[in-house]
């Protein structure tokens, strides 16, 4: 559905966007995910043909973003980030705007429309003026213009930005819901948000993809390289020497001392186990242990080891396959 | 075309269903009245050699009035989607750049034409009340329309050219109207003979709007200034989709 390869944005003395390749097959919910400023927007806006690339191409639904803009733009369905509309225009009125704007004929943008007003939930205020209507009222209006023409494809750019946890679940609910008719790629800074509704997540910083995956093979591989952190009665000063010793561990790393509780974690290299071995050291050693956790990873783990140490790290080098 | 239709007509709409349009012909022709009455006050104090539209269209009050219509029907055109955001949402959909020029100003050129209605209506008004065959000719009435369409055709491509390089209404209107006065000035000075005469000042003739106006509200149909005009128009509005256009590749 989409098929990007090498885009670039450069602004000027700035590279936005940095030579990026990656592929949205039909039928796919796929996360783009990234701090703020790393170039999602300027991608999506690629994609749906409001900026130009500097270099590179892409392809969606079968057309090329540069050469043939208008066939691309009305098979895309796009959200702004930020949600912009109208505010002087009826619910209705704007949307049957976009339908006929999109190329619907008269009669078809007003079933169409009644459809869109439908799956969104905006039966009850399909007569008010948008600029009454609160936040996540409008982000639903948002919503129904992108789908209006039945688009097959989705772009949505931080579609629950600035909404309440409420709202937030109704969104995402409804993002789910269309996955089964559309191909979405939706831009999101939001972590739980991709673990919730993505089938597959991209990861960009600094205007370079850093992985790409589905959130659960991410926190697996990032689990594999796993954290444990303890709390000891000591020197941290002769703890950390100590364990530095050990086989497995990567880094050591004193937090905190609490009282006399001192606060230590550690990373280990992939696929060790070392909480039991932890445990025997400081009975060896007589140390008060007054925690030993092995931590979980989350994608919230994943997502800061990617785009802040992310270089570092060779997780950080993932490829999009 | 398609699409400039749709946006012919969102942007009709929009403009009829907010007070701007009713406040804005209300005061035109408010003022325009006010010209009016006082045209033929003055012209019944003495005989003037030229028509009673001539006297009013081709007075520097009018054109006070007439002028500042301009940057009123167009600031918002561009700007007001500039800022809000909304220029990502249009120019994402399967629209041309250019449909959308276009629509914007034609829906604007239709509410102008609104606007200066009432005051075309003055005239056969007057010739029935009064009886008065002779105050103009019909020559000089449509000559008169003719020219205050393209004068008003051209200002308002300024407008669109204007909204479409910043997003702020207020500049938008600021640039217009020392656009339009400043191209109505060039040959109002030469008319009043502000301006020294040389090579370069004969040349200038061929900007003034007064000069223009003077000659249609006699009547007198020349060619000349609809090539000026439209021509112009023609620029300005490829000037701004250009402008529109560059967004994609600023660096």
Not at chain 1, 158 to 176: A, F, H, K, M, S
Not at chain 1, 196 to 204: A, Q
Request: glycine share 8%.
């Amino acid at each position: 559905m989409i098929h990007v390869t090498n885009l670039t944005k450069r602004y000027a003395g700035r590279t936005a966007v940095d030579s990026i390749s990656f592929d949205v097959g039909r039928g796919e919910i796929v996360g783009f995910l990234g701090p703020n400023g790393a170039g999602k927007s300027t991608t999506l806006r690629m994609l749906t043909c409001y900026l130009s690339a500097t270099e590179g191409k892409a392809k969606v639904a079968g057309h090329d973003i540069f050469r043939d803009s208008i066939n691309v733009r009305r098979r895309v369905g796009y959200m702004p980030e930020n949600v912009p509309l109208y505010s002087d225009m009826r619910v209705q009125e704007y949307l049957r705007f976009r339908a006929r704007l999109k190329g619907m004929k008269y009669r078809e943008s007003r079933s169409a429309t009644n459809e869109a007003m439908d799956i969104c939930g905006l039966a009850d205020v399909q007569r008010k003026m948008i600029a009454t209507l609160s936040k996540g009222y409008k982000q639903r209006v948002g919503l129904a213009d992108a789908l209006v023409n039945k688009p097959e494809l989705l772009i949505l750019d931080e579609p629950t930005n600035g909404l309440d946890p409420n709202q937030i679940r109704q969104v995402r609910e409804l993002i789910r819901h269309l996955g089964e008719r559309h191909t979405i790629l939706i831009s999101t800074h939001i972590l739980h948000e991709v673990e919730m509704t993505c089938g597959r997540v991209i990861i960009i910083d600094h205007g370079k993809i850093r992985a790409s995956d589905t959130p659960q093979a991410l926190v697996r591989r990032l689990r594999a390289a796993g954290k444990v952190s303890l709390q000891v009665k000591g020197n941290p000063q002769l703890v950390l020497e100590e364990i530095e010793q050990m086989a497995g561990v990567k880094t050591v790393r004193h937090v905190d001392t609490r009282q006399e509780w001192a606060l230590i974690e550690i990373r280990t290299v992939a696929n060790t186990e070392i909480c039991e071995a932890l445990y025997e050291l400081a009975v060896k050693k007589n140390w008060v242990l007054r925690e030993l956790v092995q931590h979980r990873a989350s994608l919230e783990d994943a997502f800061v080891d990617l785009t802040l140490a992310g270089k570092t790290t060779p997780n950080g080098k993932g490829e999009n396959e | 075309m398609r699409a400039f239709w749709i946006i012919f007509c969102k942007e009709l709409r929009s403009f009829f269903l907010s007070p701007l349009a009713y406040v804005l012909m209300a005061l035109f022709t408010g003022i325009a009245g006010f010209l009016f009455a006082r045209t033929v006050e003055s012209m019944q104090q003495k005989i003037m050699p030229r028509s009673l539209i001539f006297n009013l269209v081709g007075s520097g009050f009018f054109w006070m009035g007439f002028l500042i219509l301009f940057p009123l029907i167009t600031m918002r055109l561009f700007a007001e989607e500039r800022k809000m955001g909304t220029l990502e949402g249009l120019f994402t959909a399967p629209v041309r750049t250019s449909e959308v020029v276009l629509g914007k100003f034609f829906a604007t050129v239709v509410l102008y034409c609104v606007l200066i209605l009432p005051m075309f209506l003055f005239f056969p008004i007057f010739k029935l009340v009064t009886g008065q065959s002779e105050a103009f000719h019909n020559g000089a009435f449509w000559g008169a329309f003719i020219g205050l369409m393209l004068v008003g055709t051209f200002n308002i491509s300024i407008g669109v050219f204007a909204s479409s390089v910043t997003q702020n209404q207020l500049i938008a209107a600021m640039l217009t109207f020392v656009g339009v006065m400043m191209h109505y000035m060039l040959g109002f000075l030469l008319y009043i003979n502000a301006l020294p005469e040389s090579q370069w000042t004969a040349g200038l003739n061929y900007f003034s709007t007064i000069e223009h106006i003077s000659t249609l509200s006699e009547g007198l149909i020349d060619t000349r200034p609809f090539v000026y005009y439209l021509s112009f128009s023609a620029v300005l509005l490829a000037l701004t989709h250009h402008v529109l256009e560059y967004r994609k590749w600023k660096a």
